[in-house]
């Protein structure tokens, strides 16, 4: 039975790596590059595409959460992603924007530490705070995917 276990997390493991594909695309005027990934239904009602904009030495980047079936919304100052990490640890990751109605999505920037912590711990909830709360539970597939494409977007290797 463990072996069983093993053999289908690993399996599980090698679809998720066949199915990272980065799409890449050079400003010629601005000289950067934005590369993008992107993870359809993270949970049910949830999206989420990960962004790398390089220019120059400088690496950012982006979570972009989508939304689905809600009616657009005002994202503010008090617009927030909350990860509730395992051991009930909650990471919240604030809104930069500016105010922007008429949406149902949100940006956020991750630092290099924020990106070690979402990789090293499993992500249990998100919740996504633009006018009300709305939470989406992460299923364990579902969050290995996720470190699969953040690994994929930190790595240099374009598929």
């Given at each position: 039975m463990?072996r069983?276990?093993i053999?289908t997390?690993l399996f ?9 594909k ?5 400003d010629?005027?601005n000289?950067t590059?934005?590369s993008k990934?992107i993870?359809n239904?993270l949970s049910?009602?949830l999206s989420c595409?990960f962004?790398?904009?390089e ?17 657009s919304?005002?994202l503010t ?11 009930d640890?909650v990471?919240?990751f ?5 105010i ?5 999505s949100i ?12 990789l090293n711990s499993k ?5 996504i705070?633009i006018?009300?709360n ?8 579902k969050?290995l995917?996720f470190?699969e494409n953040?690994?994929c977007?930190l790595?240099?290797n374009k598929?």
């Open positions: 463990k069983f276990l053999f997390l599980s493991l090698q679809l998720f790596s066949q199915d990272c980065i799409k890449v695309e050079k010629a005027f000289m590059i934005k990934i993870q239904n049910a009602g595409d962004y790398k904009l220019k120059s030495d400088e690496k950012t980047y982006y979570l972009s959460f989508f939304l689905n079936n809600i009616t919304q005002c100052e008090k617009s927030k992603v909350y990860f509730l990490l395992e051991k640890e990471q919240e604030p809104y930069r924007g500016k922007d109605c008429g949406g149902t940006i956020i920037r991750l630092d290099e530490e924020q990106i070690n912590l979402l992500i249990k909830q998100i919740r705070l006018e009300s709305k939470d989406f539970s992460i299923s364990e597939k969050d995917l470190k953040l690994k977007l790595s240099d598929k």
